[in-house]
């Protein structure tokens, strides 16, 4: 696939697996709105994903920006860009094999509190 | 068991079970420092207390202090003050019962991280 030099500039890197940080993740989800994030986005699969746009919260896009790029840059979520939108997936699976248990505990803690 | 006002006084509050809040014990969690102390009290059972002196820490005792009264203000463990020592414990099981599996897979990510 031939990436243009601007989306792969306009796009907050994920860090690759082994990179993944425990104390970075649990900062990453350690806000309500990245938390509220990560819920709606727990529906997803791994192949699946949503845009920005499809996303339901209560914040300016700014803020909801910020928030995407602490979850993208801690390796919670992947962003994907396609022209103007972006294409967000949670990366639930690999958190799991390098967490395991962490995500499905904070996802069922989000939904039930 | 009488307590005294001087050590009221000095005790931080742990929350009641109810009132932990997912966001603020991920918070609690997000730190080195707190991984390591609550590392090294996840070897005590609920029953079990270690006091300050025998965590072992590689920051000035203000900093380990600071961090204990984190944990504890999130509920993620409890002090119990005896004359001039303080003495810890994970609330483990608490948390168990509260958000399952949580605990458990912050620790083993702590371990094998």
């Known amino acids: 696939m031939v990436q243009t030099a601007s989306s792969a ?5 994920s860090p690759d697996l082994e990179a993944i940080d425990i104390a970075t993740v649990l900062h990453a989800l350690s806000d309500p709105m990245r938390l509220e994030i990560v819920r709606q986005l727990g529906g997803c699969n791994e192949t699946d994903e949503l845009t920005c746009g499809q996303l339901e ?9 910020h928030h995407l790029k602490t979850l993208t840059a801690a390796g919670v979520i992947a962003e ?7 294409h967000l997936r949670p990366r639930r699976a690999e958190l799991e094999r390098r967490f395991p248990g962490l995500i499905d505990s904070v996802l069922r803690a989000t939904n039930s509190g």
Do not use: C, Q, W
Request: hydrophobic share 25%; no cysteine; net charge neutral.
């Open 9 to 13: 500039h306009d796009t907050v890197e």
């Open 57 to 65: 919260l209560p914040v300016a896009k700014s803020t909801a920006s």
């Open 80 to 86: 994907r860009e396609e022209g103007t939108r972006k």
